[in-house]
């Protein structure tokens, strides 16, 4: 058979009825009829069962044989007659890899199969041999190299008899090989075993949202062994059209992933929205997993609408661990987006003390991703875990992506080592400056105080093996303070203009501290103070000028509106003075946008000396859960009833909702719309779903979502049987 005749045939069997499907349609191009003499292959068994437990794939939904390369498999051959070695009957395997036929780069793959007495153990190399051989059927053992091309191949089965009367088999559908956690040989190896079952085949995560002092959470899963996912993110890494051999390092595919998985540059499977307006779409807090994007990006071959950054975190999370590279969805608490690239972030406030717009901005919290591999583009010490971001929010090579960049790098200040670790570092370390401008501009910006407590403050994951939250700041940086961070901003000042240019000493005797209640469920008022204090001498007066604002933002820090603000002038005398305010919740309701979060402003000008000390601090309204009741088991493939009680907090009525139910426990994602909810009305919702196999614990997650009031969640556990 000519190469011309392969590539066409190749060419017919890469289209697909839509993206996900697992098989291929049958071609139409007839094979060469085959000649007397010749060794016929009647069928060939990929022992999908065996093959898929031994692998660690068996929770694929997937038809067909799923692999982690650098391990071997076995398949049966059946033939139309016995095998003869001395009759010098050949058995040649052949790998096709990807959707056309490429000769170079390990993408057509020849093994010919060996004797039984001879190892195959070399991990480099494609291998073959004669495992086992009864009457007309033969098992053969193949081994995969531990840096193989990731991603679907086409399996073909040729024979000779004494060097000719060639006769092939194709096999129809793919064989999928992935990266492979287990294997020591392969660049995403991870050591300790409890790790590899959460960060590669736990299916269920969890976010975390909120300020650093007020941590939310909510559920999150990531479905990655539901139909269709596999072959979709396959797809997608296809059609970026890399050179053969990038498919076989994890750095390229992740890198590749944090770019596939938002849509402006590669009408990727999510586009962006932080506008407030999610006409059109979904609102990002709506979402509980990325199953049912996936299957809406695969249903309607378009980029789903909306997400933020832990939606992107969530199907990134979900790529990473479908293709088998560990990976870990991490949430930094006060993340700067740094505009100038100088680890530096300016804030000013005009001459009453009122903050203005900026540039540069501190984002309430920020997720992204963590991925495990080695780093052999990097000297050594640098692999383990590797930052990545789907979040469309900076160019990399004029993509929008970031990473993979070594958390060691980043904790050491080695900002010159690849990929976007500058960025990174500055998303954790950054300084915030206040400026202070004189009223007619006339003069130049006065700098009142440095901060370089405020950036990256926390920074968590979910604990492994456990719904619990686990600090990893230390893996992002030093321990505020120490020595070691002077070494590792020394080490980053060589690569980052400006980030130890500033650094005077902003003396004052006078301090300000906003007090605000630890938590203010939405709907209530709430009580604001700030204490004011000196240090100067008992009996000196400071007279000071004291200006609050409470603005409601977006969780990227960016302004929405104006909810309080006041000005005060205050004499201290004794050692602490403190001032209260009232924040009604029928003036903050209408004006709060997304997660209710709120960013408090306080300044304080000391006339005597001069000078000006601010504060800021991000708040949190909490907002109800949703309890969710389920009975205490379920038979698989039967309909099970989920019960969901809910309690508007509100005093005003919500209109426009609806419920959406998913999770491991659910065969089909499920979004019902519900009447309007009356104010502190408590309501009752019954959702109907079918329980997946496989049969054990599994969770039900529920979200509520309306005009007025978004982003409630809450799950159970029922056990399907």
Not at 129 to 149: H, R, W, Y
Not at 325 to 342: K, Q, V, W
Request: proline residues 4%; glycine residues 6%; hydrophobic residues 40%.
């Amino acid at each position: 058979m000519d190469n011309n005749w392969r590539r066409a045939h190749k060419r017919l069997m890469a289209f697909r009825g839509r993206v996900g499907t697992s098989k291929l349609p049958k071609t139409e191009i007839e094979e060469p009829s085959p000649s007397d003499g010749q060794l016929k292959v009647e069928k060939v068994d990929l022992l999908l069962a065996k093959n898929r437990q031994s692998h660690r794939t068996e929770n694929y939904e997937n038809t067909g044989l799923v692999l982690r390369r650098g391990q071997s498999f076995d398949i049966e051959i059946t033939l139309a007659q016995v095998y003869d070695e001395a009759a010098k009957h050949q058995i040649t395997l052949e790998l096709w890899w990807g959707t056309e036929a490429l000769d170079s780069h390990n993408a057509h793959v020849v093994i010919p199969i060996r004797s039984s007495s001879v190892a195959i153990d070399n991990l480099g190399t494609w291998a073959a041999k004669f495992v086992n051989m009864k009457e007309n059927k033969v098992t053969v053992q193949i081994l995969s190299p531990a840096d193989g091309l990731v991603g679907r191949y086409q399996i073909d089965v040729t024979t000779k008899v004494d060097g000719k009367n060639d006769y092939r088999f194709i096999m129809e559908g793919h064989v999928y090989l992935l990266f492979n956690p287990w294997c020591e040989a392969d660049d995403v190896f991870m050591h300790n075993e409890i790790q590899r079952k959460e960060y590669v085949l736990n299916d269920m995560g969890m976010y975390f949202y909120g300020a650093g002092n007020q941590v939310g959470h909510a559920p999150w899963y990531f479905g990655q062994f539901e139909v269709g996912i596999l072959e979709c993110v396959v797809t997608l890494m296809e059609a970026a059209n890399k050179r053969p051999s990038a498919y076989s390092s994890p750095i390229e595919i992740s890198r590749l992933l944090s770019a596939l998985v938002n849509a402006p540059d590669d009408n990727g499977i999510l586009v962006g929205n932080w506008s407030g307006n999610y006409e059109g779409g979904t609102e990002p807090t709506a979402w509980s997993g990325s199953a049912s994007i996936f299957e809406e990006f695969i249903r309607t071959g378009q980029p789903v609408c909306y997400g933020q950054c832990w939606v992107f975190g969530g199907l990134l999370s979900t790529a990473l661990r479908t293709i088998g590279i560990p990976g870990r969805t991490i949430t930094n608490f006060n993340s700067a987006h740094d505009a100038d690239a100088n680890c530096l972030l300016d804030y000013h406030f005009d001459a009453d003390g009122n903050p203005l717009d900026n540039d540069d901005s501190v984002w309430n919290f920020h997720v992204w991703n963590d991925a495990w591999m080695a780093r052999p583009d990097l000297p050594k010490g640098y692999g383990g875990w590797q930052a990545v971001d789907s979040t469309p929010q900076e160019l990399s090579d004029y993509v929008f992506r970031t990473g993979p960049s070594s958390l060691t790098a980043i904790k050491n200040g080695h900002v010159y080592l690849n990929y976007d670790t500058k960025f990174v570092f500055a998303e954790v370390n950054a300084c915030k400056v206040s400026w202070k401008l004189s009223a007619d501009l006339a003069e130049a910006p006065k700098l009142i105080q440095i901060d370089t407590k405020a950036v990256g403050t926390r920074v968590v994951t979910k604990a492994v093996g456990k719904s619990e939250m686990e600090d990893i700041t230390n893996q992002y940086k030093q321990k505020e303070g120490s020595v070691y961070e002077y070494l590792s901003l020394f080490a980053a000042d060589k690569y980052v203009d400006g980030l130890k240019k500033l650094l005077p000493d902003v003396v004052n005797d006078t301090a300000i501290e906003l007090v605000l209640p630890p938590k203010t469920l939405i709907g209530d008022d709430m009580i604001v103070k700030a204490k004011l204090s000196k240090t100067c001498p008992v009996g000196t007066t400071r007279n000071a000028h004291v200006s609050v604002t409470c603005n409601s933002v977006y969780y990227t820090g960016v302004k929405a509106k104006t909810i309080f603000q006041t000005t005060d002038t205050v004499e201290i005398k004794a050692k602490e003075e403190v001032l209260e305010w009232q924040i009604k919740a029928a003036d903050y309701l209408p004006l709060l946008v997304d997660q209710a979060n709120m960013r408090f402003y306080v300044s304080m000008y000391e006339s005597e000396t001069n000078n000006t000390v601010t504060e800021g601090i991000n708040y949190r309204l909490i907002k109800p859960d949703l309890v969710v009741q389920v009975p205490t088991s379920a038979p698989v493939g039967q309909f099970f009833s989920a019960t969901v009680t809910f309690t508007n907090p509100l005093d005003i009525m919500l209109q426009d909702c609806f419920f959406h139910t998913e999770g491991p426990a659910v065969l089909i994602h499920k979004k019902e719309t519900f009447r309007n909810i009356k104010p502190k009305e408590t309501v009752i919702y019954t959702v109907r779903v079918i329980a997946k196999k496989p049969p054990g614990k599994k969770d039900i997650i529920v979200s509520f979502s309306s005009v007025d009031l978004i982003g409630v969640s809450g799950k159970a556990t029922v056990n399907l049987v």
